[in-house]
């Protein structure tokens, strides 16, 4: 175990109602709830930063400063401060925090967010996890103008759609630089988006060309064939049908932004990255090609486990012969011990596809002998990977 707690539970609304100030609803968050936080020094040259394999996704223009090149070190944190306070963003009601805009996505069960905190320093956030279970359409909310009401206690105590939308834009915006997003669509949720949404995927959306290569053949053959789908949809729908999972961040940066002779404006970069444990042959080809014809995907993150590859540990002479007694002894027993409820909805599944349900079968029987004849096997068996063993520490996609 590291010395990242990693057993923090989906948030709640109830989660949110302790960390308000009830007493003066009109006072903002004081400077010792929201500890100032670290900025890179200043960098003027893109190049010289380190991405650490991240890609720029966007760059939004916030302020134009009076600042030219070399600016002063650690300027940025001020500019910070004294444009936006202690919020991230600019806003006409300081009330209306970066955990507001959360609460909202919390409160209308828009995502499930899971906040994984430094064991040591239970204030900070090390990394989150966002699962996207719906996103509400003007249509749905009926009349964009009406107030809604949180289910706990807050401040302010009501939000309406537009407040909805710009939560899209502003509950992502933890710490710059040393915090990450772990995004994915939830398997149920709704393939209909509004249209604003299209343009939120713009900033914190992934990016296919960062695909590797058996993601690629998939999403080149689904940019090829579904052509009923508006082309600026086609990479939001390919992720979302999918599950195609991504890393976000983003920072601050100084940088010539209008043309000369303009000074430095200060801006947000927006940047994500290939989520390298992904499961490629969810979204590859193969999968891609299956769903077009049928509508059912052949491979799911429930189900793809069981076409993987696992690696056995060479068995010693001992148990050579203590697997060969065991079998020998067992020889008269059926092999198959009766399938669980999982496996056999996995096959009536597959019962339109002969062939596959033939190789899922065979992986079941497979794994179940290998189960009762040799141990070493099974402690090499294709379970899903344990959170602790994902990249960057980040939590698997639970749906």
């Given at each position: 175990m590291s010395?990242?707690?990693?057993?923090?539970?989906?948030?709640?609304?109830?989660?949110?109602?302790?960390?308000?100030?009830?007493?003066?609803?009109?006072?903002?968050?004081?400077?010792?709830?929201?500890p100032p936080l670290p900025y890179k020094t200043a960098v003027t040259n893109p190049a010289a930063s380190s991405y650490n394999d991240y890609t720029i996704r966007f760059t939004e223009h916030l302020i134009l400063t009076s600042c030219k090149p070399p600016p002063p070190t650690n300027i940025i944190s001020s500019i910070v401060q004294k444009s936006f306070g202690n919020h991230q963003f600019a806003t006409d009601d300081l009330r209306k925090?970066?955990?507001?805009?959360?609460?909202?996505?919390?409160?209308?069960?828009?995502?499930?967010?899971?906040?994984?905190?430094?064991?040591?320093?239970?204030?900070?956030?090390?990394?989150?996890?966002?699962?996207?279970?719906?996103?509400?359409?003007?249509?749905?909310?009926?009349?964009?103008?009406?107030?809604?009401?949180?289910?706990?206690?807050?401040?302010?105590?009501?939000?309406?759609?537009?407040?909805?939308?710009?939560?899209?834009?502003?509950?992502?915006?933890?710490?710059?630089?040393?915090?990450?997003?772990?995004?994915?669509?939830?398997?149920?949720?709704?393939?209909?988006?509004?249209?604003?949404?299209?343009?939120?995927?713009?900033?914190?959306g992934g990016l296919t060309m960062l695909f590797p290569v058996e993601a690629q053949d998939g999403w080149l053959y689904w940019n090829q064939t579904a052509t009923n789908i508006e082309l600026y949809m086609r990479d939001v729908q390919f992720f979302k049908q999918f599950n195609v999972a991504w890393i976000f961040g983003w920072e601050y940066r100084l940088q010539h932004f209008l043309p000369h002779p303009y000074p430095l404006s200060l801006v947000r970069i927006y940047k994500v990255k290939w989520w390298s444990e992904f499961k490629t042959r969810l979204c590859g080809k193969e999968n891609v090609a299956y769903f077009c014809k049928?509508?059912?995907?052949?491979?799911?993150?429930?189900?793809?486990?069981?076409?993987?590859?696992?690696?056995?540990?060479?068995?010693?002479?001992?148990?050579?012969?203590?697997?060969?007694?065991?079998?020998?002894?067992?020889a008269t027993k059926p092999k198959n011990k009766g399938l669980s409820q999982k496996e056999r909805d996995l096959l009536e599944y597959l019962k339109d596809d002969p062939g596959m349900k033939q190789i899922v079968l065979q992986k079941i029987l497979d794994k179940q002998t290998n189960s009762d004849e040799d141990t070493v096997s099974s402690a090499a068996s294709s379970s899903p990977p344990k959170p602790e063993d994902f990249q960057e520490s980040q939590d698997p996609y639970d749906l």
């Open positions: 010395d990242k707690d990693k057993g923090k539970a989906i948030q709640r609304a109830e989660d949110y109602q302790l960390q308000v100030p009830t007493q003066n609803q009109f006072t903002p968050l004081q400077q010792t709830q929201f925090s970066q955990k507001f805009y959360e609460l909202i996505l919390v409160d209308t069960q828009s995502v499930s967010i899971t906040h994984t905190y430094d064991k040591h320093h239970s204030s900070q956030i090390l990394y989150s996890k966002c699962i996207f279970r719906k996103i509400i359409t003007a249509q749905e909310w009926k009349n964009p103008f009406e107030e809604r009401k949180f289910s706990i206690t807050f401040t302010p105590q009501t939000f309406n759609y537009n407040d909805y939308k710009t939560a899209w834009y502003r509950a992502f915006l933890l710490m710059p630089n040393i915090h990450s997003w772990f995004f994915n669509f939830h398997e149920q949720c709704p393939n209909t988006f509004p249209v604003w949404f299209y343009h939120w995927w713009t900033m914190f049928t509508g059912k995907r052949k491979f799911t993150l429930h189900n793809v486990h069981l076409f993987e590859q696992t690696k056995v540990a060479p068995a010693t002479p001992a148990q050579k012969e203590t697997k060969k007694e065991h079998s020998s002894s067992s």
